[in-house]
């Protein structure tokens, strides 16, 4: 009996990575039925939005200088404003979808799913803001 436990415990250890490396692209994000698969296709949304959110930004930061006029609006003051800006955004962000959201699920499974939910949400509203005040497409 003791054998086959340990073989089992083996087969499972061998097969874990196969499950786990599952790239978001060959899941069914459409039918996801378990929590796994849940999770990693909404990571891999959250991961979509984190990506056109940097690019955003990173136009937003060079549509900046056609932008400025003159101190206090100047390139330079103008630039370290949305630098802080887009971290304050971060910090809000993550502390309510890290750090509020998971009290309404008591630690419940679903609880991940959720934050990645808020996280890509929370991104895609902000890379929507960034394009209509910087005018990027």
């Not at 874990?16 to 599952?22: M, R, T, V, Y």
């Not at 990571?43 to 200088?65: F, Q, V």
Request: aromatic share 8%; charged share 25%; with cysteine.
């Amino acid at each position: 009996m003791r054998r086959l436990v340990v073989c089992f415990t083996a087969l499972c250890l061998l097969t874990a990575p196969a499950f786990s490396a599952e790239e978001p692209s060959k899941l069914d994000c459409e039918n996801a039925m378990n929590t796994h698969d849940m999770n990693k296709c909404a990571e891999a949304e959250l991961d979509k939005a984190d990506a056109a959110l940097n690019e955003t930004y990173k136009k937003a930061l060079a549509a900046i200088p056609e932008m400025a006029t003159e101190p206090p609006y100047d390139a330079k003051g103008w630039e370290n404003a949305l630098r802080a800006s887009q971290r304050a955004w971060v910090a809000f962000r993550d502390a309510e979808c890290n750090g509020h959201i998971p009290m309404f699920w008591s630690g419940g499974t679903g609880a991940t799913v959720e934050i990645f939910g808020c996280m890509s949400g929370m991104t895609k509203a902000r890379t929507e803001s960034l394009k209509a005040q910087y005018d990027t497409k």
